[in-house]
């Protein structure tokens, strides 16, 4: 399988740059070749990083045979560099972009037309910085607790686009399954008069066609959708049933290729509904690091295995952790039926530049990936990281405030957990992170939300001072953590006593599920975690996604209802 850099907004007319270049500290000293896109740091780039030892500041380069055409506009596209990226035409600077996990472009072309091929340089500056935004890539030179090895440079893929002068600039596709119809709010770079036409097919079939005259840049229009079955929704997206539509958008020569998925997500009663059904949310928490590339998968094949493994462990969806992962990985789960919930990597101190950049990352982000069906939760903070002080401090406060307001500005169809674990404010879910080691004292704890939202998340006071739990789904979003056993050295750890044979371990994990189950009051709960990542061994697989203990057992005690 090869899927396109950007499987939910592709054009025909794109030539991948995926591949070998030349890396160099400066722009004018030895270069060496690498594979794009792959950090810096990883095995998967072929190149040794202890040659530029000492630099944070990389020179990519390569040259590009020209094949666009003479009267095309030209984009250079990249899905991810760390952390910023100043993009060269043959030495002519073009533009900048800060922020390592969003996707950024820029037209290149005035700097290439007429030429038979050009030199793309990119100068890349990363940072040992706390206040970068920056997940789970520790600052330190070891990684410690849990925290994990950084990465630098292209990790995401990059291309060349063509597009006519007037072209799509973006398409956000809103369903209402209540109205049977699918909003589309379709930009153009300028504000022609040009007809715009959407077709949307299922199942190889057309479904609608729609033609609309743009009198401006922004276009506004919907198209019914007829469902596929008077009785059953059968054509609603859903983890069990993830049907999608695929929806082509022309204007005047331009097109792009879309899809979407008719899914409701919302909270009624206390309740999280799937397309207005009560669904019960069973996550694992994803850190998506991989041993040879460190946050890049070696292709799409580790995106399927992983998508399959989560399922056959009995989960329906993932907390993808302090990552913004590659736009396949979430076109994967729109097509297998994975629930995602995407979550803003962490900046971890707190000043009014960090809080302004945080958030100009974290609007590129909702908007890119507002097509998916499969990301239902946002998570912008997590365990009040970057904002240690937010328990008390009415600036931290009202920045998350900031934030989840913002996030449903941008997108209200969503769900936000707004400090996930603790010290929470306004948010649409009381989220709980807690590590008690047995499921008798985590029952006990659940009993009673009312209580329990008075109390603490281990340590740590659920709400921050001033809030209170107005009624949200009460969701456990991180527990567990069990690992097999420590090695004799002591660098390798879980949470709590480590088990030392499949039998304790699957007694320990049982009786934490069927804690959170039993107790009546949760609308699910996100297990730690999936895999082990380095020194972090309390995963469900391996690092190298080995399972620990049959699959199927696992399964029984995941996917248990109460008794």
């Not at 991810?80 to 900048?96: G, K, L, P």
């Not at 020569?253 to 899809?259: G, N, Q, R």
């Not at 002591?490 to 499949?502: A, F, H, L, V």
């Not at 080995?546 to 209802?561: E, F, N, Y």
Request: proline share 4%; hydrophobic share 35%.
């Amino acid at each position: 399988m090869k899927l396109p850099p950007r499987p939910d907004f592709e054009r025909s007319s794109l030539h991948v740059l995926d591949g070998i270049w030349n890396i160099s500290a400066e722009k004018d000293s030895r270069k060496y070749p690498i594979t794009v896109p792959c950090p810096v740091e990883s095995s998967l780039s072929g190149f040794d990083s202890s040659i530029l030892a000492g630099t944070k500041t990389y020179w990519y380069e390569k040259r590009i045979e020209n094949r666009t055409g003479s009267t095309s506009r030209v984009f250079l596209c990249c899905n991810a560099v760390d952390y910023i990226a100043d993009v060269f035409v043959d030495e002519a600077f073009v533009t900048s972009h800060t922020g390592g996990y969003s996707y950024f472009e820029a037209e290149i072309t005035d700097h290439v037309r007429g030429k038979k091929d050009f030199l793309i340089q990119i100068r890349v500056t990363d940072r040992d910085d706390p206040a970068q935004a920056r997940g789970k890539q520790y600052w330190e030179k070891e990684s410690s607790r849990c925290w994990y090895k950084g990465i630098s440079g292209i990790w995401q893929s990059l291309w060349l686009e063509e597009r006519p002068d007037t072209y799509i600039a973006s398409v956000r596709i809103t369903p209402d399954i209540d109205a049977s119809r699918a909003d589309f709010l379709i930009c153009l770079n300028r504000s022609p008069s040009a007809a715009v036409s959407i077709t949307v097919e299922k199942d190889e079939r057309i479904r609608s066609q729609t033609t609309v005259t743009a009198e401006d840049a922004e276009i506004r229009t919907s198209v019914f959708i007829k469902p596929d079955d008077s009785i059953d929704d059968t054509h609603l997206w859903s983890p069990e049933n993830p049907q999608l539509y695929k929806a082509v958008i022309r204007a005047g020569s331009d097109e792009v290729v879309t899809y979407f998925g008719m899914r409701k997500i919302e909270v009624s009663g206390g309740r999280i509904l799937l397309n207005n059904r009560p669904y019960y949310q069973r996550l694992v928490l994803d850190q998506a690091y991989f041993r040879d590339g460190i946050l890049t998968a070696k292709d799409e094949d580790e995106y399927i295995r992983d998508i399959k493994l989560v399922k056959e462990l009995g989960f329906n969806g993932v907390r993808l952790h302090q990552k913004i992962e590659d736009p396949r990985f979430y076109h994967l789960c729109d097509r297998m039926g994975l629930i995602v919930w995407l979550e803003l990597p962490s900046m971890y101190s707190y000043s009014d530049q960090s809080a302004c950049t945080l958030l100009s990352q974290w609007q590129d982000i909702i908007l890119t990936h507002y097509n998916h069906p499969s990301i239902t939760t946002y998570v912008p903070l997590n365990e009040s990281w970057g904002v240690r002080n937010i328990y008390a401090d009415r600036k931290m406060q009202e920045f998350s405030l900031a934030v989840y307001h913002l996030t449903k500005a941008l997108d209200p169809t969503r769900l936000v957990s707004t400090n996930d674990g603790w010290e929470q404010t306004d948010s649409d879910i009381m989220a709980i992170h807690d590590y008690c080691q047995e499921g008798d004292e985590l029952l006990e704890k659940l009993t009673s939300i009312d209580q329990l939202s008075r109390s603490a998340a281990g340590s740590r006071m659920l709400y921050a001072k001033g809030y209170e739990y107005e009624g949200q789904p009460v969701i456990v979003t991180e527990f567990g953590g069990i690992a097999f056993s420590r090695d004799t050295d002591g660098t390798n750890w879980g949470y709590g006593d480590s088990e030392k044979d499949e039998e304790s371990f699957l007694r320990r994990l049982d009786g934490l599920i069927r804690a959170i189950v039993s107790s009546r009051t949760t609308s699910g709960f996100c297990y730690t975690q999936l895999t082990d990542v380095y020194q972090e061994v309390n995963g469900l697989l391996t690092f190298d996604r080995v399972p620990k203990c049959d699959i199927g057992r696992i399964r029984k005690i995941i996917t248990q209802t109460p008794q």
